[in-house]
């Protein structure tokens, strides 16, 4: 594997390197760059350090993966492949990705999964294993967003204003939610068998990655939101 040192480079000519480095390569150093891999396809690339923003932006397959934190916008408009970020990411994680997948160990910022979309046999997933901050999946209109809250069970488990505008795609919350308030146009329910066999191979995926329990993880209360009207708009813009 090619090791790209990263002090000293600027985002394009990181980025250079890692198109020059082969399939695999680590990039150590990293401190800030953003953009980090956009576009690209087929790499294997572990980042020390930590990226800038857009880190995998409009990814087109490979591996990311990154050994502490991230900044925002991890996984802009990415079209597929995955994202592992070993530490805590920042905002807008997932910001309108319409495939691929996108791991979190630790906690996510602001808006994760804003516009998150699907179309035809894309599905794009993330799987966060902290807590989430405030508008997590804003208009989300597809994909599946699953938020576990191992490290601290005690803390609610998302922030301010979940699922506003939501109307698509699936929601899995590692909590049975009594502490969170979510808007109109969508359900909330405790999570039924068939939704745990939904959610089970993105669990294990999780716990393979981050060496943890998936069956522990399974075990917990789950809540399942989904949008449960065709014009969510309507509520929110629209005098009655």
């Given at each position: 594997?090619?090791?790209?040192?990263?002090?000293?480079?600027?985002?394009?000519?990181?980025?250079?390197a890692?198109?020059?480095?082969?399939?695999?390569c680590?990039?150590?150093?990293?401190?800030?760059?953003?953009?980090?891999?956009?576009?690209?396809?087929?790499k294997?690339?572990e980042?020390?350090?930590?990226?800038g923003?857009?880190?995998?932006?409009?990814?087109?397959?490979?591996?990311?993966?990154v050994?502490?934190?991230?900044?925002?916008a991890?996984g802009?408009?990415?079209?597929d492949?995955?994202?592992?970020i070993?530490?805590?990411?920042?905002?807008?994680?997932?910001?309108?990705?319409?495939?691929?997948?996108?791991?979190?160990?630790?906690?996510?910022?602001?808006r994760?999964?804003?516009?998150?979309?699907?179309?035809?046999?894309k599905?794009?997933?993330?799987?966060?294993?902290?807590?989430?901050?405030?508008?997590l999946?804003?208009?989300q209109a597809?994909?599946?967003?699953?938020?576990?809250?191992?490290?601290?069970?005690?803390?609610?488990?998302?922030g301010f204003?979940?699922?506003?505008?939501?109307?698509?795609?699936?929601?899995?919350?590692?909590?049975?939610?009594?502490?969170?308030?979510?808007?109109?146009?969508?359900?909330?329910r405790?999570a039924?068998?068939?939704?745990l066999?939904?959610l089970r191979?993105y669990?294990?995926?999780?716990a393979?990655l981050?060496?943890?329990?998936?069956?522990?993880?399974?075990?917990?209360?789950?809540?399942?939101?989904?949008?449960?009207?065709?014009?969510?708009?309507?509520?929110?813009?629209?005098a009655n």
């Amino acid at each position: 594997m090619v090791t790209i040192h990263a002090e000293g480079l600027d985002h394009k000519a990181l980025n250079e390197a890692i198109r020059n480095a082969g399939d695999r390569c680590a990039v150590d150093g990293c401190l800030g760059q953003r953009f980090i891999a956009a576009g690209m396809n087929g790499k294997e690339i572990e980042i020390s350090g930590t990226p800038g923003n857009a880190l995998g932006a409009y990814l087109n397959g490979g591996t990311l993966t990154v050994l502490s934190n991230a900044q925002d916008a991890v996984g802009d408009t990415m079209n597929d492949g995955t994202i592992v970020i070993r530490g805590n990411v920042g905002d807008a994680a997932g910001y309108a990705m319409r495939g691929g997948k996108i791991f979190v160990k630790g906690n996510a910022g602001y808006r994760a999964g804003i516009h998150m979309k699907a179309y035809q046999e894309k599905v794009p997933v993330m799987v966060i294993g902290g807590r989430a901050g405030s508008f997590l999946g804003e208009y989300q209109a597809g994909g599946v967003i699953i938020v576990l809250n191992l490290m601290k069970p005690e803390d609610k488990i998302v922030g301010f204003f979940p699922c506003t505008g939501m109307h698509g795609g699936k929601m899995f919350l590692r909590s049975d939610c009594r502490d969170v308030v979510f808007p109109e146009q969508v359900t909330a329910r405790p999570a039924e068998e068939k939704d745990l066999t939904e959610l089970r191979p993105y669990i294990e995926e999780y716990a393979a990655l981050f060496d943890t329990d998936a069956e522990e993880i399974l075990s917990g209360d789950f809540t399942v939101v989904t949008p449960d009207s065709s014009n969510p708009y309507r509520q929110m813009y629209v005098a009655n």
